[in-house]
């Protein structure tokens, strides 16, 4: 019986485990959609498959390449000497977002920064056409990953959404992703292409 | 007690009948040694393989298929159905397995299937989740929290299925290495169990073969930014991961030809054969104490200081295992010369290191030639003379002169090769003659 009692305890304290786990990432998510800030970022679809979370049409965004006159103290685009972690400080211009600049260290709960796991940067090159070679010019190429890379549809639906944007893609001012950020944390509210949210093109 | 079965005593019966023939032992003890058997099978609690093979399968099967369902992400369920949707593989999984745990726990078909089963519905829910909130995160987190919450299913149900798919999936973490090490160490005292149940069965040789690739890839992922900088520290890291291969296929599950002693065996003979080299690997001057310390100077390096701690237990572990039991075990010297291999490699530190590995690897390769004529072990002798061929080879290959003069050479290697096999092959007879 004390066996059985065992057993029940260490069965309960599992499934409290799991269940917790999966409420807690609702709850998270829900606070971001909740007290987050909308951003709209211009976008650049395209369409791969994950076989764990379905189809998805990939995102690549404008606001994440960019040129940095200065990298913050301490920073260094070397492979190696690479930072895991950045912080991008996030502003509005003409009505669309963009990266203000990078930083090492986490910015006050105040600011509007996304936390960036994955990021390339690499010195600029210019071609001098009196020299023949190509020449640093002192600022720095950065490309950042956003952390809402993935935009899932129904399987059926993802090979249309791609032709949508390629329909639409010369002129990108009215493709773009309204993005919740907050507290560094991001989730995509919705995808617009053509000014239109793309889930009403499969209505 | 070791679990047994009919062919196994069938087996054991076949042989003491062959002694009996010899007068060696009598009918009678043949006889009580069977019925003792018997009576042990006898009382032992069911697990029919098959049934068990199906259930585990039948589930794998229904996961996928569920987990399939997801990926179609139905776009006409909106999010409250999403959400509860999300939340039931996982209870469902829970409800057959509590079940299963408490009314049904002696049969290893149920428990393999509601343990298969919960551990993909984990991995299920959560993949709706993310669905639902159009999350992006990377694989390494999705496998490493699915598998750390379905860790209490493998331990309670004691369920080798969910303990493969676990080591399977715990690979896909080694983007990050602390995952990677946790997933491992959590996994490891139950392996340890199963092994210890029966060491030979065909579950706990799968089982020990993927945790060892998973310890493997832990290593070269928190070491592969240090290749350019030292191959020295690598060898001996490496080195030290191919002797604790080599040290559990001996001590733990002591057989001579065990997966993993072979595994470890291979690898300390690939590195000391790659070591020969006078490359810009393998080359004193390449290696530079200042860039070391300037690398490690910066945070990004914490994977490869954290790597270098763990193969650091696991060589004090190594270390107090080899004189505890190097006296029971008795070595023969070819043995010993390949566990010094990672202490070998400490010298190329101080010293001329191809020069080193060059005397190591022919020292080696003799080693095991006497080891396999002295004890009458043809394979053995056969890899040791492989290994002296491909080091002459090798050497000879290296050398600065036109192709007709290597095309002869090599030809010549080769009989020689045949000759030496052949008299080896020859005297192992003599040998066996003798003995008799």
Redesign the interface.
Known sequence: MKN?NL??S??S???A???G??IY??KS?EIILKDGKIFKFKTAPVDPFN??????VALNFDAGNFTLDKLPDSMSCEY?????IIYALIGNKDGFAYVKNISIKKPNDSEDYLTI?QFYCDEEYKYDDNLKISIETGSYKINLTF?????????T?APKAEKLYNDNNKNSNNTYALIKINKGNA??QDLYINNKPI?EY?N | MMKINKKQIDNLIKELSNLQEKNLIKKEQISAIEAYYQEILDNQPSSNLFFTLFAGFGALLIGIGI?SL??????FFDKTIK?II??LP??LG?II??YT??KKQESAAWREGASIFLTLA??A???I???????????SS?FF?SMF?SL??IY?ARSTGASVIYLIASVFTWGNIYYTWTLSTLILPFIYLCTKENKYSMFATIQSILFSILIGLAILYGTH?FYDYSFQINRIIFGIYALALFCIGTFYFQQDLHLIRLSGILQLCFMAYLSVFKTKMSNDNYFNKQILLN?LK???YNDFIFTIIMVAIIALILAFYIFKFYEKYNFHISEWVLISFPIISLFSFVAETSLIFNIYFIILSLALIYHGVKQNILRTASFGSFLLGLYILTKFLCIDTDLIIKGIGSIFIGIIFLIINYILKKSMKANKKELR
Do not use: C
């Not at chain 1, 076989?51 to 998805?56: E, I, Q, T, V, W």
């Not at chain 2, 997801?70 to 776009?75: Q, Y």
């Not at chain 2, 989740?129 to 694989?139: K, W």
């Open positions: 059985k057993i029940i260490f069965i304290l599992m499934m485990l799991q269940l786990f999966l990432l609702i998510n076989a764990f979370k379905g189809r998805y190696n000497r690479r930072p895991k796991r952390p809402f890379s993935a935009y899932y549809l129904e399987e639906h989730l995509i889930k499969f | 987990i997801i990926s179609f992400n139905w776009a959400t999300a939340f996982t209870i829970q397995f509590a745990l408490l984990i991995s829910s959560i993949a989740i993310s669905q639902i909130y159009q999350l992006s995160g990377d694989n999705f929290i919450l209490p299913i309670l930014v690398e910066i945070n990004d």
